[in-house]
């Protein structure tokens, strides 16, 4: 009897992890993929800027998983809604978690519940047509945004604030967002950063789009970048290098005619968030490197805006019935072992750090723990599985189904748009059901 394997969460980890099942257990394997939503793929989709289309492509090779006959994908199952983790542990022989890191990271000042303050997981969630955050509505009727964090995150964020709508054409971003985003007022952009240019985690190809922008242009003061990198790993020197480099191109940039601007600016930490109820600006504290952490020196500034954008990371929730390490928000794990037949793998096994590819070492390990814990499957696996959903009316979106709504999505798109999403669980499930594309507005 193949062994049965449960993996929640259709991310690049729960993708990576069927795909080196199939290759490790040599067809001696069923895997179902249970995801939440309709659509698979977690922040292929849903994080990956929509302006970022190359990256998304990553996804194809996930189809030939998918497509795999010891595969099977079930779309809008939640575990802990539709199913509980400890039936899945009864009916399948493993089970993987790889439900990533789907909250904000707070920032942990005060004025942070203040309206206008949004964190990037949902802002990203809103731009990118997350049915979660389709809803979101944010206010962006100001000329400055303030974005805190160093990161690509935070790139991503301030890139797509003021790109305009010929340069998103070519994008998946959902009308509703552009539209917004058009017709807002914003001018001025910060990046803030606690530490300094070489600390960011900027990589070069984000920050070098940033001098790249038909209306807006890059500011950042020659003064806060130092003269060398120092001492790093020769890998992360070269990187470091080419960072220093475009930005002090950016120190020099003229910005012609371009109206919109975005701040680089470092060695700065949010002190608190002003306003009434409403976000009005942002007091920040300078800041000075003590053994590479950042220090307040007390002089303090602030900066008048109409929203803030937390952009510090991302963090995961405990799953009902798994241990979970509260202090690092990750579920407790040996390498990826949790408890006897339950695994996790990605974003809720090591943290919200790494690009799509780190994900794949943490499937290959798991998949070789699978092979030595299991000789042979003593599970019924799918057709429990299958049997309690249809028991509780559930309506699984198998990968046909999610192939008919990307159908749906490429057939609604405008030249040259990818796709049009659908953002809506129930229109999703329309197609899913009938193949045809009912919509609600956007
Ligand atoms: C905004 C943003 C932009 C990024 N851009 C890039 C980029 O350009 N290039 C790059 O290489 N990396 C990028 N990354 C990093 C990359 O997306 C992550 O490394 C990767 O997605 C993490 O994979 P994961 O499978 O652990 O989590 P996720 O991708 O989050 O997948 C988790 C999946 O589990 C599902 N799920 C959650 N709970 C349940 C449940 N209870 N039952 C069933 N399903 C559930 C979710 O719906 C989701 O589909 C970005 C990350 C973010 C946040």
């Not at 994080?47 to 998304?56: E, F, L, R, S």
């Not at 748009?417 to 659908?422: D, G, I, S, T, Y």
Request: charged share 30%.
């Amino acid at each position: 009897m193949p062994i049965s394997v449960a993996i929640v969460g259709s991310g690049p980890a729960g993708f990576y992890t069927a795909e080196a099942l199939v290759k490790t257990l040599d067809g001696d394997v069923a895997v179902d993929i249970l995801e939440r939503l309709p659509t698979p793929f977690g922040l292929i989709r849903a994080g990956v800027a929509p302006d970022h289309q190359t990256t998304k492509k990553v996804a194809r090779s996930f189809e030939k998983t998918a497509h795999r006959p010891e595969v099977r994908y079930f779309g809008n199952v939640e575990v802990g809604r539709d199913v509980a983790l400890a039936e899945l542990q009864r009916t399948h022989d493993a089970v993987v978690l790889a439900v990533g890191a789907p909250f904000d990271r707070p920032l942990g000042i005060p004025g942070e519940d203040k309206v206008g303050v949004i964190g990037s997981a949902a802002f990203v969630g809103w731009y990118n047509a997350h049915p979660d955050f389709a809803d979101l509505d944010p206010d962006l009727n100001t000329e400055t945004v303030c974005v805190i964090g160093n990161g690509n995150v935070a790139i991503d964020v301030a890139r797509v604030l003021v790109k305009t709508a010929a340069e998103m054409a070519d994008s998946d971003i959902p009308e509703y967002a552009q539209r917004a985003i058009a017709r807002a007022p914003i001018k001025d952009v910060y990046l803030f950063g606690r530490r300094g240019p070489i600390e960011a985690k900027f990589t070069n190809v984000e920050l070098r789009e940033m001098g790249r922008l038909d209306e807006c242009a890059p500011v950042v003061d020659a003064a806060q970048l130092p003269d060398a990198v120092g001492e790093m790993s020769e890998r992360d020197h070269r990187l470091k290098e080419k960072n220093l480099a475009t930005l002090r191109e950016f120190a020099t940039q003229d910005a012609g005619e371009r109206r919109k601007r975005v701040h680089f600016r470092f060695f700065v930490s949010p002190v608190e968030i002003l306003g009434g109820q409403r976000v009005e600006g942002l007091r920040l504290e300078k800041t000075r490197l003590e053994g590479g952490r950042a220090v307040g020196v007390g002089e303090t500034f602030e900066v008048a805006c109409g929203l803030v954008i937390p952009a510090v990371g991302y963090r995961s929730v405990a799953v009902e019935g798994a241990p979970f390490d509260e202090a690092n928000a990750i579920v407790r794990s040996e390498e990826g072992r949790v408890a006897p037949g339950l695994y996790a793998v990605g974003w809720i096994r090591r943290g919200p750090t790494g690009v799509i590819a780190t994900n794949r070492p943490d499937g290959v390990a798991v998949a070789q723990c699978i092979r030595d814990d299991f000789g042979a499957g003593a599970k019924p696996g799918r057709v429990a599985l299958e049997r309690l959903l249809e028991e509780r009316g559930v309506q699984v979106v198998g990968y046909a189904d999610w192939k008919r709504i990307e159908q749906a999505e490429e057939a609604g798109a405008a030249a040259p748009a990818p796709r049009r999403k659908l953002f809506r669980i129930a229109d999703m499930l329309n197609v899913a059901r009938t193949g045809e594309a009912r919509r609600s507005a956007d």
